[in-house]
């Protein structure tokens, strides 16, 4: 199993501190009602600033694990588990976790749950398992939500809101 050091959360460098929901809708595929359910459920609880959601990278990539769980038929019950031991394993840490190369997967039958970065333990863990497992590669979620053109929106927008800031001051 894994073991990782508890992380702080953070962002990459470049990325705005915080995304509006709508911004989270264009960059996960996630609809504007789903993020507010979940919101009212306790799964992904982002910064309330007035009436606006307002969420933390992090959140941003356990809303794109979250809905790559709900595609393969994992319930909102079980995700809940799934985002409990993600937390206590990694500190809200998706993104440190696999920054550094690691390519992570997290794997699990309903019941037990697994986070793994060596190939031999996952093919152990499969081989010994006696129902079919789920597997999520963490790290292809990062990279699909931190490379896609939805992000690239979002980040040309901030640029430019932040330089038509900067000519305001001047």
């Known amino acids: 199993?894994?073991?990782l050091k508890k992380s702080r959360l953070s962002k990459p460098q470049g990325y705005p501190e915080t995304f509006g929901s709508l911004e989270v809708s264009e960059i996960?595929?996630?609809s504007l009602r789903q993020l507010q359910w979940w919101d009212e459920r306790g799964v992904v609880s982002p910064v309330q600033r007035g009436h606006k959601r307002m969420y933390r990278f992090n959140e941003v990539i356990e809303i794109g694990l979250?809905?790559?769980l709900r595609k393969k038929g994992?319930?909102?019950q079980k995700i809940r588990k799934v985002l409990r031991f993600l937390h206590k394993e990694l500190g809200r840490g998706l993104f440190e976790a696999v920054q550094n190369g690691n390519e992570m997967h997290l794997l699990t039958d309903g019941r037990n749950i697994y986070l793994?970065?060596?190939h031999q333990n996952i093919v152990d863990i499969l081989n010994s398992s006696?129902?079919?497992l789920i597997s999520v590669c963490i790290t292809d979620q990062v990279r699909r939500l931190t490379?896609?053109?939805?992000?690239k929106k979002v980040l040309r927008s901030e640029h430019k809101t932040a330089a038509g800031r900067k000519s305001r001051a001047s």
């Open 147 to 151: 490379a896609g053109e939805a992000i």
């Open 130 to 132: 006696r129902q079919p």
């Open 74 to 76: 994992i319930s909102l």
């Open 66 to 68: 979250i809905t790559e």
């Open 28 to 30: 996960t595929g996630v």
């Open 116 to 118: 793994e970065d060596s």
């Open 1 to 3: 199993m894994l073991k």
